[in-house]
């Protein structure tokens, strides 16, 4: 019946990449977090590793692809919490909006408060 | 002086589907059904689509024009802005021939929540009632006028994914039969939405709501199956330990 | 169960803002003192618990999309579960270390 999955949306619509940003922020997510755990986890035996991590974590290239990240799939899952319990308000794409709003604004925030100097 | 319109409609059978063009006069007011049987008539005698109603009441001329899927019989030539009009069928769905397609996977995933009222044990006595602006019934009113037309199926992206996931079009059924309180097997059904073929495989992404020709909100009833199956797991976990 | 995995991945995705926030915001020279480091430790496992329970579900979840037969999905979920298992180990390994 049908030879392969088709992986591409069949009606792409600003929903349904709202959801593959959050997938792929996540998986992003689930790469860096595995190595920063590792790194502290390790700390005791390698301690240069958590100094460069550190070191890594400093810079405002990388800081920001991670605040960014971090914050859009933050927002973004607040508001599908919301709209699982129930407030039909933010399937629409200004609710969306309004969460994207708020993910820059986070992520601004944590960026002056991790990058020294900004 | 009518103008022609180019339609290119899929022929032949599932392995070997091609498109073919025809040039069909348009009228005032004209559907694409009316395209269709325009082409049957005068232009290609082969052409086999089905069709019964025409006031898409019956579900049976679904189909995706130019890649969106639709019912034929409302679908106006003039809210159509490409030049071409391009009428496939469905998705997910074995083809038969052009645009005949083999709901089978459909209906058994619709057959597959226990789509029949199955009454409670008592017979006779008063007719149960349901008053028209009870909860149940205003929980159910804007998913009950399903014509099975398989729009909202060939839309979802799950589907695509995965044929043993039941769809919106059952898990709107099932949602439906499981709000009725004169009726028995609401557990059952619950138990189906909450299995491997079930609800948690809906990522809202809400193409089948957007599509459904009868105004049905499946994303909408899906979630609310969520939040029942949430809270039944919830009290099941604390009524069993107090 | 599966209403319980779902249930829990926005429970914990909920908490892990807070727990996030507070990790990315805290600086780490206030909470010198033994006392103030051991409450800094318990929330970062807590954390860690909540990280590796969210990725591993949310890793779960976008394989069982593309993974179809209920076997392998079993299997990959078994996997799943047990690296984020040894990653918790390893973490909570790590913070007991620092603490010494």
């Known amino acids: 019946m049908r030879a392969y999955a088709e992986l591409w949306p069949a009606h792409p619509r600003w929903g349904v990449w709202a959801w593959w940003a959050q997938r792929v922020s996540g998986v992003a997510l689930i790469v860096y977090a595995a190595w920063h755990i590792v790194t502290v986890a390790g700390a005791s035996r390698h301690p240069e590793r958590l100094a460069a991590m550190l070191q890594t974590l400093r810079h405002p290239m990388v800081a920001g692809l991670l605040l960014v990240g971090l914050?859009?799939?933050?927002?973004?899952?607040?508001?599908?919490?919301?709209?699982?319990?129930?407030?039909e308000w933010m399937r629409q794409r200004r609710a969306f909006w309004v969460f994207l709003a708020a993910s820059v604004l986070i992520a601004f925030a944590g960026f002056s408060r991790v990058v020294p100097g900004r | 002086m009518t103008r022609l319109r180019r339609f290119q409609v899929a022929r032949g059978?599932?392995?070997?589907?091609?498109?073919?063009?025809?040039?069909?006069?348009?009228?005032?007011?004209?559907?694409?059904?009316?395209?269709?049987?325009?082409?049957?008539?005068?232009?290609?005698?082969?052409?086999?689509?089905?069709?019964?109603?025409?006031?898409?009441?019956?579900?049976?001329?679904?189909?995706?024009?130019?890649?969106?899927?639709?019912?034929?019989?409302?679908?106006?030539?003039?809210?159509?802005?490409?030049?071409?009009?391009?009428?496939?069928?469905?998705?997910?769905?074995?083809?038969?021939?052009?645009?005949m397609l083999d709901m089978e996977p459909f209906f058994e995933a619709w057959r597959a929540v226990q789509p029949a009222f199955t009454p409670s044990a008592t017979v006779g006595g008063e007719p149960a009632r349901i008053a028209p602006d009870s909860p149940e019934r205003r929980a159910i009113a804007l998913h009950r006028e399903c014509i099975s037309c398989g729009i909202c199926y060939s839309a979802c992206d799950i589907?695509?994914?995965?044929?043993?996931?039941?769809?919106?079009?059952?898990?709107?059924?099932?949602?439906?039969?499981?709000?009725?309180?004169?009726?028995?097997?609401?557990?059952?059904?619950?138990?189906?939405?909450?299995?491997e073929r079930g609800c948690w495989r809906c990522h809202t992404h809400g193409s089948c709501a957007n599509l459904c020709p009868k105004g049905l909100d499946p994303t909408l009833a899906i979630e609310e199956i969520k939040r029942m199956l949430a809270r039944r797991a919830v009290k099941q976990l604390f009524g069993a330990r107090g | 169960?599966?209403?319980?995995?779902?249930?829990?991945?926005?429970?914990?995705?909920?908490?892990?803002?807070?727990?996030?926030?507070?990790?990315?915001?805290?600086?780490?020279?206030?909470?010198?003192?033994?006392?103030?480091?051991?409450?800094?430790?318990?929330?970062?496992?807590?954390?860690?618990?909540?990280?590796?329970?969210?990725?591993?579900?949310g890793l779960r979840t976008i394989a069982y999309d593309y993974v179809g037969n209920p076997a392998t999905q079993r299997l990959v979920s078994s996997v799943l579960w047990a690296a984020g298992l040894a990653l918790l180990?390893?973490?909570?390994?790590?913070?007991?270390?620092?603490?010494?």
Do not use: K
């Open chain 1, 71 to 87: 914050a859009y799939h933050a927002a973004n899952g607040v508001r599908l919490v919301l709209f699982d319990l129930g407030m």
């Open chain 2, 13 to 99: 059978g599932a392995a070997l589907q091609r498109l073919q063009t025809y040039e069909v006069p348009e009228e005032e007011r004209m559907t694409v059904l009316d395209g269709l049987l325009h082409i049957q008539r005068h232009l290609d005698r082969t052409l086999a689509f089905r069709f019964n109603c025409r006031a898409a009441m019956c579900g049976s001329c679904a189909v995706r024009v130019n890649g969106v899927e639709r019912l034929a019989c409302s679908t106006r030539l003039s809210a159509i802005p490409d030049a071409a009009v391009t009428v496939e069928p469905l998705r997910h769905l074995p083809v038969i021939r052009d645009l």
């Open chain 2, 159 to 195: 589907v695509a994914l995965s044929p043993r996931f039941l769809g919106p079009a059952a898990m709107t059924r099932a949602f439906c039969l499981v709000h009725d309180s004169r009726g028995a097997g609401a557990d059952a059904r619950l138990d189906i939405l909450d299995g």
């Open chain 3, 89 to 100: 180990a390893y973490g909570t390994w790590g913070l007991s270390a620092m603490s010494r």
């Open chain 3, 1 to 57: 169960m599966r209403a319980f995995l779902w249930l829990l991945q926005r429970v914990s995705g909920l908490l892990l803002i807070a727990f996030v926030g507070l990790h990315v915001g805290v600086q780490y020279g206030f909470w010198a003192s033994p006392f103030r480091r051991s409450v800094l430790m318990g929330i970062d496992w807590i954390m860690l618990g909540l990280v590796v329970y969210h990725g591993v579900n």
